[in-house]
C-alpha cells in the first residue's frame, strides 16, 4: 500500500514563499497521478494543483502562476512550491495519489491520502 505524509508547512507573511514536500513509501509513484488538495476550516476541501506520470500538471485557477508542482520519482517525492501567497490560501495542505487513473480535480478519485500540513499567511 502507499502511505504518504506531507512536510513543509508553516506560518509565512502574505508575499512569501513555502515549499510543501510529499514523501510516498510502500509503492514507486512513478505510474500515479499526484496531486495537491487544500481545506480551510468550513469549507470544502479543494483542488491545488495535479501532475501525471509523465509530469504534466494541471492547477486550480486560484493558483495559477503561483503554485508549481513536481514529482521527483527516483525519490518517491512530490512537491508544491508556494510563491506569492495570500492569506486565502490558508489551510491544511493534503498530499493525494492516484493510481491507474488520469489527471482529475475530484478529491474522491484519489487513492491515498496523507493526514495534510498546515500552511498559515499572516496578512
Known amino acids: 500500500q502507499v502511505q504518504l505524509v506531507e512536510s513543509g508547512g508553516g506560518l509565512v507573511q502574505a508575499g512569501g514563499s513555502l515549499r510543501l514536500s510529499c514523501a510516498a513509501s510502500?509503492?514507486?509513484?512513478?505510474?500515479?497521478?499526484m496531486a495537491w488538495f487544500r481545506q480551510a476550516p468550513g469549507k470544502e476541501r479543494e483542488f491545488v494543483a495535479s501532475i501525471s506520470w509523465s509530469a504534466r500538471s494541471y492547477y486550480a485557477d486560484s493558483v495559477k502562476g503561483r503554485f508549481t508542482i513536481s514529482r521527483d520519482n527516483a525519490k518517491n517525492m512530490v512537491y508544491l512550491q508556494m510563491n506569492s501567497l495570500r492569506p486565502e490560501d490558508t489551510a491544511v495542505y493534503y498530499c493525494a495519489a492516484r493510481g491507474l487513473g488520469s489527471v482529475t480535480t475530484a478529491s474522491y478519485e484519489y487513492d491515498y491520502w496523507g493526514r495534510g500540513t498546515q500552511v498559515t499567511v499572516s496578512s
Open positions: 510502500g509503492r514507486t509513484l512513478s505510474r500515479y497521478v
